[in-house]
């Protein structure tokens, strides 16, 4: 079974502070990890994935497999960052899953 | 292209009405999926299609639930009869060989059941 756990259902930061968004995945297999983000009024839409080591409007997630970790980082947050964020993990059989997201709010 | 389309866009209902959500996927993809997203649970995938065939439904809820792919160009979400604990938002998403692990989604359909 593939699972992915988000354990912060809302972050709050203000504007030019660190974020790191935590996600955790459990998966027998080698894994595929992907950040989507649904910015307000938006469709969902893709951040980052591992396999392509890409920093994307700042953010860059590192895949830990010892810790089975994918966190989401980013140095200095904007207003514009705000958004759901929801990590998914994608195994051998095609199938996406996704944790349950985490809803960042950026202060001015 | 427009991208995935959904429709309706909102839908209110009362319990035991039959609803049908519609998704057109972009052309060209090869794979869909129907995902709900509550509060609670977060996004869940209800079942997806390659080239038209059901390849996991091990995601929707009941027999209430059944979903379709007559062609490359459409797909139907079934709920009959309605509860109130289907409201929920419904996405489509489709992608190309799914391999990239890019979906590409639909606006979505909320579905509230009165």
């Known amino acids: 079974a593939q699972r992915v756990t988000q354990p912060e259902k809302l972050l709050s930061v203000f504007k030019g502070a660190p974020v790191e968004l935590k996600c955790n995945y459990s998966y027998s297999g080698s894994p595929e990890l992907f950040w989507y983000v649904q910015y307000s009024r938006q469709r969902l839409q893709l951040l980052l994935r591992h396999i392509s080591r890409e920093s994307i409007k700042g953010f860059t997630a590192d895949l830990n497999k010892g810790e089975t970790s994918f966190h989401l980082k980013k140095p200095f947050a904007q207003e514009e960052d705000s958004a759901m964020y929801y990590c998914a993990l994608k195994g051998s059989n095609y199938k996406l899953t996704f944790g349950k997201g985490t809803l960042l709010t950026v202060n001015p | 292209d427009a991208g995935v389309i959904q429709s309706p866009r909102h839908e209110v209902t009362e319990m035991g009405q039959e609803v049908t959500l519609r998704c057109k996927p972009i052309?060209?993809?090869?794979?869909l999926f129907w995902y709900r997203q509550t509060m609670m649970r977060g996004l869940e995938l209800l079942i997806y299609?390659?080239?038209?065939?059901?390849?996991?439904d091990s995601g929707m809820p009941e027999d209430r639930f059944s979903a379709k792919m007559p062609n490359a160009s459409f797909s139907t979400l079934k709920i009959q009869p309605s509860e109130p604990r289907d409201s929920a938002v419904y996405f489509c998403?489709?992608?190309?060989?799914?391999?990239?692990?890019?979906?590409?989604f639909g606006e979505g359909s909320r579905l509230t059941v009165l």
């Open positions: 052309s060209g993809h090869d794979y």
């Open positions: 998403a489709s992608s190309f060989l799914a391999r990239t692990g890019e979906l590409f």
């Open positions: 299609f390659n080239n038209n065939v059901p390849i996991d």
